[in-house]
């Protein structure tokens, strides 16, 4: 039953992907439904003409695809609008392009606009914005993604309540997806191995620039300059007090006298204690974990600084990555998507907003968004 099941999915996903497949090669772009509201798009300057004509077709369907869920919106004003960017940050040559719909829920005679609460759905074809968070490693900045659950073939999803956002926008739920080409991903995880090498390094540099630091604050002279010194202080001594009370008064002075180079070494080690700390622990896990578990994603939740395992069970846990270009598709146009997020962000308290979602589950065809990936 379950392979009849999804055999059944497929063939629908087939059948909608051609569909809308034949509606891009219209010359007409269809703009919507009555009642939702077209916001004025966004476009980078100096976007090529051609290029931009091919994003404009399939930003119809995606604005259709959201469109059609909630064709009458009931209790809010619904909008959408495209966003088109240039390729100059994207890690490969890519055009970024983004559909967003928005559900303003409250009265929209009010004299109080912060009243009006903000439900957003977005589609972001070539770009990982929405889902990553940077992440610094020895030195270097790389994403940072939550673990998605495969729900069909090149299709990730996840879901989280995120506390910190604005609570006048009433965004507490956060519903993402990943739409791939089939079995794979455009990136590779960081392995438990990698990050913990990458770890053990920015330690040392950290350890070393504690040193540096140090050496700033506190001079050490050389041996000769040391020795000069002595001998200046044990003779101001001589030359106050003589006899017993001048010989007791050298020994007690050479007793606690330290060199520079021996305070200095007392001072880095005792702040040099939490890099030891972290790198005899770092070190640990990277020699007695297994072989399987380095290969592991390395799930963090801080930076290697006061490391304490890896943040699997953890709720604010994320996975680096790293780009896997051998995903992308160089002989294809730079606006076809090979990649999409989509993220639907909303207030689950609120009435209206539990519509949208209880609507949008039934209804969005995730299918007609893996159809327009293009290989």
Not at 10 to 37: D, M, N, R
Not at 314 to 331: E, T
Request: hydrophobic share 35%; aromatic share 12%.
């Amino acid at each position: 039953m379950k392979q009849l099941y999804v055999l059944l999915l497929h063939l629908a996903c087939l059948f909608t992907v051609c569909s809308h497949a034949q509606g891009l090669t219209k010359s007409t772009i269809t703009t919507g439904y009555p009642e939702w509201k077209k916001e004025d798009d966004y476009m980078d300057q100096r976007l090529p003409n051609k290029l931009v004509a091919e994003m404009k077709k399939i930003m119809s369907v995606l604005s259709l695809s959201v469109q059609s869920v909630y064709p009458e919106p009931q209790g809010c004003d619904a909008t959408w609008q495209g966003a088109y960017f240039s390729n100059k940050e994207n890690a490969f040559p890519l055009f970024k392009y983004e559909m967003r719909s928005r559900f303003y829920i409250g009265d929209s005679g009010s004299s109080d606009p912060g009243s009006r609460k903000e439900s957003r759905f977005t589609i972001t074809a070539n770009d990982l914005s929405l889902l990553q968070q940077p992440f610094d490693l020895n030195g270097k900045t790389y994403p940072s993604v939550r673990l998605m659950k495969p729900v069909f073939n090149g299709i990730w999803y996840d879901a989280f309540r995120n506390d910190k956002e604005d609570t006048a926008a009433g965004f507490r739920q956060i519903k993402t997806w990943l739409i791939s080409y089939p079995d794979s991903l455009p990136y590779f995880f960081m392995t438990r191995k990698e990050y913990l090498e990458q770890a053990l390094q920015e330690i040392a540099a950290g350890k070393e620039g504690l040193k540096e630091d140090l050496k700033q604050r506190i001079p050490v002279k050389s041996f000769e300059e040391e020795e000069a010194t002595k001998k200046r202080e044990i003779a101001e001594i001589e030359n106050t007090y003589s006899g017993v009370a001048g010989s007791n008064l050298v020994k007690r002075w050479l007793a606690s006298y330290k060199p520079d180079s021996v305070y200095f070494k007392e001072v880095f080690t005792a702040k040099a204690i939490p890099f030891d700390a972290d790198s005899v622990r770092v070190d640990s896990l990277l020699k007695k974990s297994s072989a399987e578990d380095l290969q592991r994603p390395a799930i963090v939740s801080g930076p290697a600084s006061g490391f304490s395992g890896f943040a699997d069970s953890l709720s604010d846990g994320r996975a680096l990555i790293k780009w896997n270009m051998d995903y992308f598709n160089r002989q294809i146009s730079m606006a076809r998507p090979q990649f999409m997020v989509v993220v639907w962000q909303y207030d689950p308290s609120n009435g209206v907003a539990a519509e949208i979602d209880k609507q949008l589950a039934e209804k969005f065809d995730f299918c007609i968004l893996s159809g327009l990936l293009g290989r």
